[in-house]
């Protein structure tokens, strides 16, 4: 298997360079490739519904009717599967506002439908009639095409021009898709007034890389001599073959931290009228560009005077100086007073003063806040900037503003980064909600720097099974669960979904055969969960003559492993760490003694990556189990994927094994 | 002069009555919400267009009922929203904000790339963080599509922890213009009242306690407070209609829908030509089924009145694609100049839609279909899948009331209903288990029926890479590598499916020490439980209609002999019925399991005697047998 890096970029262009390494195919629209409409199917992957043949992009600038973007795409799909037709349905999003001169503009739909009839090609034409415009929400709009006469069998072809205002924003690139590409290129052709930063993800090959210089007319001016002024450019060329499909997995932060994309940031303008103008380009002008920014910095010096009086209350009520009381009563106070409504953002969307007065906010208002507050009290609190797990990973050598989509507070105690998120109310201080665990975070500060996110809260289950062995099938006795970390927030989320009532009432069924249980919902200092529970278990052991089998671990037995498929190729991104310990402890019944049991083993995954445990031991008529379960690494690589999902198979098949006891 | 004041007060405190401490404390049992006031007057002008009037007064009690502080107005071509207000208030009834225009936004509910439709929503979310709070609001809407009244629910939404203080419906009429009505289990009864030269007919509701909704009961929509209403004479666009009868409804759509089924010379030669040799009515339908399903696609486009009208039968010849009405009439097209006649069928589709009020005409549908009778059964048609074996309704369109378009109107008539025996699971696996307890599985299943439609469809819209997927999570096998698969498909009326799994399996049997543990219902053991509920409210109603019979022989390794073998269970019940044996025959034990369940409706009070069989299934699945190594 290929090795695959996680994340594998070029940095942006600052030589020219060129590579052809695979010529580019010569593809006209209208002129259909007779091989493609006979293919059957793809000589890749013979199971796919449709294949992207052909996926074209170009990217150019006019300055003659004020600063546009004039985009051209070309495509062309092989519909090989019944399934495979709703790649004959195209949807084109575009960017509409009331003002016409603001509207992007979508225009020059072209396409065929390419049939093999009779061993000729039919090619029906795609009429104005099979085109339609739909507002999708007050700022988007969708031209949706549904192309003609499409069958299995079937070629697509469609071409169009999107005409852009929006100058400083270039659509992304995306090489990869659901299906297979046979051959993917973007040219884009960037005149010198504009420095676009380009951005690579991905880990397939290019067939085509080339950056080149030239000089052209972008706008109608003569010079005094009346010759036209040609200004200099930038052209690129990309190109990749033959790439596979790419779709989400389980325990991915997102698809698009892996599919081959090309981003475009603007980096800088240099216009002769209004000079240079710099946008983000490293990480230090983030941090310079977030505290000018009128939604962040500025929202947050603002707030000052609302924060010191937030503060004042705080003080009067603590009664301390100590750091630990007075940051987790702030923290207490701002997360039990504004509501989170649900939206990831990096900056404030409202006036800071206005949200703590409504009592709800975005992520970056609640901690904005949060750090005002800390501010006021005298701490050296900052913001830290950050990516959602959805949302994709930074890269720590290329900056991207528009990469970041969220906000959260940040203190150095003892010496230590001390991370708050106020909108989730079921981590502890110093706990990030799972979505925030992407690795890093940049610190927006005086002195800006990285910031670690990995957790050092675990997932991490407790449980004690203590139960005497009673005739008839039944046990009777009780059981604790303790959930801890990100056993808990989980856990509490999701009896806050259901109800504890209905939550404990579920409980009941988690075994079939409880009897009479009685639960109890409680809570450690720091409020982690924990359930407790009297009970007697029904037809919780096998009994055969003289004997009696049982699974010691009953309901904790784990049955399936999350990991089916025979390998990855992409890394497994857990999050946090995980434990899970059981144990468990029988009296026998008096006339019985144990006859056979499972061995103790320790299984250990190379540089102790985890483990498993499991220790058995019997006497005086009782018997004593051990089952613990521990990964040690938030993220494991694709190479570690076969040796982690033979660590879960080791557990299960030990934890399925039974005690036999025997009559005296 | 005091006088007046103090009526003014009064009359403040009674019109405004915002304040969340004058609800009742039975209403607020179990309530996430309490409806103070909520008016829906349906004012007719005409047989053409009529003004509907919305007004709200809710208290959210706490976070779980901020579903209702989310104001969502559907609209299309035919109705137009205006006059969103709506004015928040805490609990003491003080006002603490207005909704603003720049508040309310507006989205298409077009169902994704595949659908062109306009269909509208305008939403504004008015919900708070303090608890409670209340929210007042109205709007109105401008209506010309009269072949709909409103159908009143009660409860707003049939929301469950909802209570209602009091609730109102007004029809009003211009006098001689008629309507229908039917009252469904509500408590009070119709007032009529005459006005001027008007009709008014209103339903009042006041203090329903909140519910909560039960699993496995009859669908909800059928059971709550409701008011189906519907109109006699009616205009949309330029047609014009009269309903009293299914007969009329299918009398209107075949009006709205005549004279566009004719097809293009050219295919209608074509259609001839593919069938010149077929004598067989049934082989020359398939023979335009197969044409249909290989060059045509369903693409939902329902822009104005093509929400109830057709394509021409032209137009999908030329594009190639239609939605659900289009297909259909495509596909009669097709039959009519074979000379076989066939009627569009007006069904509501879905597995889990509530079946239409059979005793209140008035259009209920949301899909067609078609049907073809022939000379000894009726032959049905799904126009819209490129897939569905040829004559098969299934649990989209089968087994419900559909209104027969006919030349003389339409005729109310049952689809097709799958039998238990129909429905299913046919498993024999041979599992041979090696010295280390690892083993290799040769598994052929076939499904037929209800229950092939899920591996029907996994075959059809899936990889290789994901159907794979999709069994290893279907399997729910604790160490399982899947070394061949395939699934095969017999397009008969009643399709079969037929699954073959080969499979190497670690920790199917557990050894420890010198015993060896099989539970040898690994395929398909139930597990989930439905909760014991004392209280039982509402009937328990079953779906599953199947039979499923697993053999299994499991080969054992040389040099062991039975320790344990659990005894046979069986049990009958009117929901159900269960038997599983296991049986040992030199190195081989055989499994036997064979579960019917049949579909149907039972009082509330025997719910528990349901719980109580699924749990002696659950308990029987999970018996295990042990085998010893010879000494």
Partial sequence: MKKIAVLLLLTTYSHFI???????????????????????????????????????????????????????????????????????????????????DKQEIVKDIKGFTYNLEDGGVVVTELKKTSVFEEKSSSKYRDIKIAFPQVKEGSVIELTYKIQSPLWYYLRTWKFQKSIPVVWSAIKAIIPGYFDFKLTYFGFQPFAIKEVKDGKSVFWSRSDERGRLIEDPYLSYHFAMQDVPAIREDDYMTTVEDYRSSIHFELAKTIFPTSGERNYSITY??????????????????????????????????????????????????IRNTITWNGENRLMATEKLEDVYEKKSGNSAEINLILVGVLQELGFDANPVVLSTRANGKLIPDIALLDRFNYSIAQLVVNGKDFLLDATDRYVKMNMLPKRCLNERGWLISKKPRWVSLTPTNKKQTTTFLTFSIEEEQQLKGQFFESYLGYASTEKKAEIERVGQDKYMESLKNIYPSFEDPIFTYKENEAKEARIECETKVNEAYTIAGERIFIQPLLWKTQQVNPFTKADRQYPVDLGYNIQELVIAKYTLPVNYSVESMPASISVTLPENKGRYQYTIKAENGKVEVMSQFTLVRPIFSADDYITLRELYTRMIAKQNEQIVLKKN | MKYLILLLIGFQSIAQDFSAANIPAELKEKAHAVVRNHETEFYVKDIGEAVMKIKGTITILDEKGNDHANLVVGYDKFTKVSNIEARIYDANGKQIKKLKKGDIESFSTSSGQNSIEDNYVKVASLTQSTYPYTIDYSYEYSYKNMMFYPVWEAILDNAEFTAVEKALLKVSLPDGLQFRYKEQNMPTKVVMTKEDDRLNYSWIVTNLKAIEKEPNSPHYSLIMPTVYTAPTDFKIDDYTGNINSWNDIGKFYGALNSNRDQLPAELSAKIKDLVKNETDVTNKVRKVYEYLQANTRYVSIQLGIGGWQSMKATEVATKGYGDCKALTNFTKAMLKDLSIPSYIALVRAGEDRAEIQADFPSF?????????????????????????????????????????????????????????????????????????GEAVADIKTEYTGLQQEIYAEVAHSLSNDDQKKWLYKNLSLPSVEII?????????????????????????????????????????????????????KTELELDGNYLDIDNIAFKIPKGYAAEYLPEPTKIETKFGKYTSKVEMKDDVIIYNREVSMFKGRHAAATYNEWVDFKKKMVKADKNQVVLVAKP
């Fill in chain 2, 484 to 536: 061949n698969f395939s699934l095969n498909e017999k397009k008969e009326r009643l399709p079969i499916v037929e699954e073959k799994l080969n499979l190497h399996l670690r920790n199917i049997a557990n050894k420890s020490g010198s015993r060896l543990f099989i539970t040898p219902n690994i395929l398909n053991q139930q597990r989930r439980l439905p909760i014991v509920n004392a209280n039982r």
């Fill in chain 2, 364 to 436: 209920q549908f949301n899909h067609v279909i078609l049907c073809v009778p022939m000379f000894k059964d009726t032959l049905w048609l799904e126009c819209t899948s490129q897939n569905n074996p040829y004559g098969y309704l299934g649990s989209f369109t089968g087994d419900r009331n559909v209104v027969l378009v006919t030349e003389n109107g339409g005729k109310l008539i049952k689809t097709p209903t799958y039998k238990h025996t129909d429905n299913q699971l046919l498993r024999n696996a041979t599992i041979e288990i090696k010295d280390n």
């Fill in chain 1, 18 to 100: 060129s590579a052809q390494l695979i010529p580019e195919p010569k593809v006209k629209f209208g002129e259909y490739n007779m091989e493609d409409v006979t293919m059957k199917s793809y000589a890749k992957d013979s199971s796919v519904d449709a294949v992207v043949l052909y996926d074209y992009g170009s990217y150019e600038y006019d300055f003659n009717s004020g600063l546009t973007v004039n985009y051209i795409f070309h495509q062309r799909i092989k519909i090989l599967r019944k399934s495979g037709l709703r790649w004959a349905s195209i949807n084109i999003p575009f960017f509409w506002d009331s003002n016409p």
């Fill in chain 1, 284 to 333: 230090n002008d983030v941090t310079k560009t977030l505290l000018e920014y009128p939604d962040f910095g500025v929202a947050l010096r603002k707030f000052g005077k609302t924060a010191r009086k937030i503060s004042a209350d705080i003080l009067a009520q603590s009664n301390t100086k100590d750091t630990l009381t007075l940051v987790s009563a702030a923290y207490e106070h």
